[in-house]
């Protein structure tokens, strides 16, 4: 008899000895637990673990172990090492005989993180606040992907160094100011990744607003900033504002409103308050905010959406910025129905430069009349004289795009070859 043989035949009786240990183990525990005297016979039931290895072998088909069967898998071709590797695959555990494939876990899921602040004129800084230092923090902290603030105080001839400070980076900006005095304005800061424009909505005398569409692969959204000055009629701003509701309601958006309603709509005997509630209601709308947005302890602030529209969570922040306090909220949305990220870049349009008044201004420059005589000071002149020019020509513009992610297997190699061959084609 060969070696690999009586080796089977131990194994299987190895195996065969311990099948009948374990499907004979519950008898005999039954049967001591019946007549040892020094046990109670009201015992407790204790379950006994299934006495195969694996359940899904219990039932194996016979040409599972056939030569065929292993010479159609390529595993092993002698006979004696088939039944060998059939036992090892018993004995291994958490085998199935087609498990079949893996059950894919839904997307995951993400959220949009929404705030709304009557800022209360947003570029303030003195010894005791620095609003925009603040602004930057609150987006950082609460990692904010859309900012909306009333009160702005931000004119329609607003410097961009204003914008800039209070945009952080990877984030953008857009505000509606008052028509007519100071005060007052809207506007919005948000991720530049993210598709937010403007829509053109008429304009109303009782407040202002300002109409943002965010559009995804799946679905859109309406993001509506508001702001009623509180010297505004009440009944003119209910009317106004129902015929503004009745303009969005074509849209099929999703619907987000926030702002500064300067209603007390906590309150049951405050008529305007309730009209306003009532005209919510007709247009299938809901209010999220349950607690005091103002010092004064009434809520001023609302979160207003579809019924229909998820909202998984809303609130208020405590007070820092101005007598209110920011209202939040997030939106469910699924990873596959974001746009494809955007970024901010800087450009010029270098061929829009007149070459001879270029060389003109050049030769008309310090580095001509009165040049530095130092490597160093030279260097650092010929830097800023050309810049300044630069920009006079061709100044830069900021521009958002799409961000096109990059692919780990375009070389620099590649990327050569790619140039040359869009040069070759531009040439046909």
């Keep these: 008899m060969s070696p690999i043989l009586h080796a089977a035949q131990v194994y299987s009786f190895l195996l065969l000895s311990i099948y009948l240990i374990t499907q ?24 006994i673990p299934h006495s195969s290895v694996c359940q899904c072998l219990d039932s194996v088909p016979v040409l599972f172990f056939s030569k065929s069967h292993y010479a159609s898998l390529n595993l092993c071709s002698r006979p004696r090492t088939n039944f060998l590797f059939s036992l090892l695959l018993l004995l291994s555990g958490n085998v199935e005989l087609n498990p079949g494939p893996r059950t894919t876990s839904p997307a995951p899921t993400d959220y949009f993180n929404i705030y709304c602040q009557n800022i209360r004129s947003a570029t303030v800084i003195n010894d005791s606040i620095n609003k925009p230092e603040m602004i930057h923090q609150l987006i950082q902290d609460c ?39 100071g005060g007052g304005g809207v506007a919005a800061i948000f991720k530049s990744k993210y598709s937010l424009t403007p829509i053109t909505t008429p304009t109303f005398g009782s407040f202002e607003h300002m109409l943002l569409r965010l559009s995804c692969k799946t679905k859109s959204y309406l993001f509506l900033v508001v702001y009623r000055p509180p010297s505004c009629s009440k009944a003119s701003f209910l009317s106004d504002f129902a015929s503004l509701l009745e303009e969005l309601a074509a849209y099929p958006s999703e619907f987000i409103a926030l702002g500064d309603f300067n209603l007390h709509l906590d309150d049951p005997n405050d008529t305007y308050a309730t009209s306003f509630l009532t005209l919510l209601e007709t247009f299938d709308l809901k209010q999220h905010i349950s607690v005091p947005t103002h010092i004064s302890g009434h809520i001023l602030d609302p979160v207003i959406s579809k019924s229909t529209t998820s909202i998984s969570s809303s609130g208020v922040s405590e007070f820092c910025f101005s007598d209110h306090s920011a209202t939040h909220c997030q939106i469910p949305i699924t990873a596959s129905s974001i746009s494809p990220s955007r970024i901010k870049k800087t450009t010029r349009k270098i061929s829009a430069i007149n070459i001879e008044h270029f060389s003109a201004d050049i030769r008309a420059s310090s580095l001509f009349t009165n040049p530095e005589f130092t490597l160093s000071s030279f260097s650092q002149q010929f830097e800023s004289v050309l810049s300044a020019i630069l920009d006079k020509h061709a100044p830069p513009k900021q521009i958002i795009c799409r961000a096109h992610p990059t692919k780990p297997f375009i070389t620099p190699a590649i990327l050569l070859q790619k140039k040359e061959r869009s040069r070759l084609e531009s040439i046909f």
């Design 143 to 181: 990692n904010i992907d859309f900012l909306f603030l009333t009160e702005s105080w931000l004119s329609s001839d607003c410097p961009p160094s204003i914008t800039n400070s209070l945009t952080p980076t990877d984030y953008s900006f857009l505000h509606v100011s008052r028509p007519t005095g």
């Design 24 to 47: 004979l183990s519950p008898y005999l525990h039954s049967y001591q637990s019946l007549y040892d005297p020094l046990k109670p016979h009201d015992h407790v039931y204790q379950p």
